[in-house]
């Protein structure tokens, strides 16, 4: 049985509404998805002690991270191919972001050029990769510059696309040209045909000015196979010259590529194992996190993601020394169900559940919880 915590009737609606093709693509890792299992068993490994006698009466979750103020802890993860999710797309994602104040990552990958939904005036960051052919990379650079993007988030995890046995089975990548099973199965999803119909989501704008290639599969297929597997600190270094806005590396598992990062004046990392997509088997990224923590004393903001599906989740790891925490499926769930209008109410489920642990651990803002750190903490 799945364990969606706090997004559960989201991730119930959500494989309901879709087509297995996509509700499969969404749910699901890499090889036996042993990490993306561990990323969600490892946050019961930890318990919040509860304290009393304080004054909880006002809890303040805004932050700082990444050089910028945000009015909770937390952020959306770039998530590929979310405009066929719903037809409010990534721009509807990006307004419920953009109403509490948070942040979103827009996935190379996105359906929806990073120009429209950084036009929505949310605080959009650019994810980007770095390519086999630099010009592109350059001109995505280019691209966020032009439309106010101030943060880029380099991933660094995805020298390979490992298999992912949901689509191999599902035949995913062979969209462009569907079988008839793959019709047939759309066909039971009218409401969602219905939707992606009316947005002519028949190719990723982000990227279809670097492909020849039409339909979104073939094209996804042409820009991953740019993705540069020969990606090493030169090329970091390479991109820090051409990127003075906040740079943030994504993907990072490891405390000497931590602070290696950090000598490479970097601004920020995401502690991830991409959700379990990429490496299997992996430790969680909450797993990490205290060594990289530990390592990096302080030196660069730290954001971390992978299983985060609960307000205790999120504290935890706050805890043991994130300064915030990002989520993916559960996002990508919440548009299924209720496009922007399920986007903020998943996100006030969630900051809800966090006000609740912080009174009951008698921490009433992220100064006094990063100053308790690990002391709030049980380990069973
Ligand atoms: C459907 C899907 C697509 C994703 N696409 C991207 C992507 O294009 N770029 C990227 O850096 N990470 C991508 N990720 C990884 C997420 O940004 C994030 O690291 C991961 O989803 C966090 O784990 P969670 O889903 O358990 O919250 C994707 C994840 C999913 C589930």
């Known amino acids: 049985m799945s364990d969606d915590g706090a997004f559960s009737s989201f991730s119930t609606t959500a494989r309901r509404r879709l087509p297995a093709l996509f509700a499969d693509y969404l749910d699901g890792g890499a090889h036996g998805e042993r990490t993306m299992a561990r990323n969600r068993k490892t946050f019961k490994r930890w318990g919040i002690v509860p304290r009393g006698l304080r004054d909880v009466s006002s809890i303040n979750l805004s932050t ?41 990552g827009i996935s190379t990958f996105s359906i929806a050029p990073m120009e429209t939904v950084a036009a929505t005036g949310a605080r959009t ?12 990379t350059l001109d995505m650079l280019e691209r966020a510059r032009s439309c106010g993007i101030s943060d880029i988030i380099l991933t660094i995890d995805t020298a ?14 062979h969209l462009s040209r569907p079988t008839i099973r793959q019709l047939a199965g759309l066909m039971k999803h009218p409401r969602w045909l219905a939707g ?4 002519h989501m028949h190719k990723i ?8 290639s039409r339909g979104v599969m073939a094209q996804a297929r042409d820009i991953a196979s740019q993705i540069d597997p020969s990606l090493s600190w030169d090329d970091l270094a390479w991109l820090r010259a051409h990127w003075k806005g906040t740079l943030v590396v994504k993907g990072v ?53 992978g299983g985060i599906r609960r307000g205790s989740d999120v504290v ?10 990002s ?54």
Not at 125 to 136: E, F, G, L, P
């Open 64 to 104: 700082q991270c990444f050089g910028k103020p945000w009015d909770l802890p937390l952020f959306l993860a770039p998530l590929g191919f979310a405009g066929m999710l719903h037809a409010d797309g990534e721009t509807g994602a990006a307004r419920a972001a953009l109403a509490r104040n948070i942040g979103m």
């Open 125 to 136: 960051m650019a994810q980007i990769y770095v390519m086999r052919d630099r010009s592109i």
């Open 160 to 173: 390979i696309t490992p298999v992912r046995e949901r689509d191999a089975r599902n035949g995913f990548r």
């Open 196 to 199: 992606m119909h009316h947005r």
């Open 205 to 212: 704008g982000n990227i279809e000015r670097y492909t020849a």
């Open 253 to 305: 598992m490891h405390p000497d590529d931590a602070y290696q990062i950090a000598e490479a004046c970097a601004d920020g990392i995401i502690v991830s194992n991409h959700g379990g997509r990429q490496m299997d088997p992996a430790p969680s990224a909450l797993d990490v996190l205290p060594a990289i923590a530990d390592r990096l004393a302080g030196r660069l903001d730290i954001v971390i993601d």
């Open 316 to 325: 935890t790891a706050l805890l043991l020394g994130a300064t915030a925490v």
């Open 327 to 380: 989520i993916g499926r559960p996002w990508g769930w919440a548009l299924t169900a209720g496009g922007t209008d399920g986007v903020g109410a998943a996100l006030d489920t969630l900051a809800q559940e966090i006000r609740d642990v912080m009174a009951l651990a008698g921490l009433c803002d992220m100064k006094e919880l990063h100053t308790t750190g690990k002391r709030a903490l049980w380990q069973f």
